[in-house]
């Protein structure tokens, strides 16, 4: 193989790779395999069947697909961004509470404000 896997664009979650998975065609239903790689986390996945291009090795296939998965990776700093804004939202959804008035109050740590401010701030290069 021609180079390691990077993580996840959508989720950060661990890539793996298969090469030979089995599918089965829309039209005409037969069973053929593919090369693909996906997520151990949420399942994005992409891949390129062999008997689409008859004549090509394997093995520029899986090359193919691993560059292709690859290429779509996102920055690290997107996903300091992700992961940020995911305990942010964590803490929006599970640490709030109704008072006696039915207002509804919401509890951010101001560490998991801060980490999504800078991580932020770092993707569009806005100053603190
Ligand atoms: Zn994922």
Redesign the pocket.
């Known amino acids: 193989m021609s180079e390691e896997l990077k993580p ?1 664009p ?4 661990e890539a793996e790779l298969d090469t030979s998975q089995a599918y089965r065609a829309l039209s005409g239903g037969t069973l053929g395999s593919r090369a693909a790689v996906y ?1 151990a ?4 996945d992409m891949g390129f069947c062999y008997e689409d291009a008859p004549g090509t090795p394997r093995e520029d296939i899986v090359n193919q697909v691993v560059d292709d998965w690859n290429r779509r990776a996102p920055s690290p700093d997107m996903r300091e961004a992700v992961e940020a804004l995911t305990t942010l939202i964590y803490e929006i959804t599970h640490l709030s509470a109704e008072d006696d008035k039915g207002r509804h109050h919401c509890y951010i740590s101001k560490d998991a404000l801060e980490s999504a401010r800078t991580a932020l701030r770092s993707l569009t290069g806005a100053k603190p």
């Open positions: 996840c959508f989720c950060g979650g997520c986390r949420c399942g994005a």
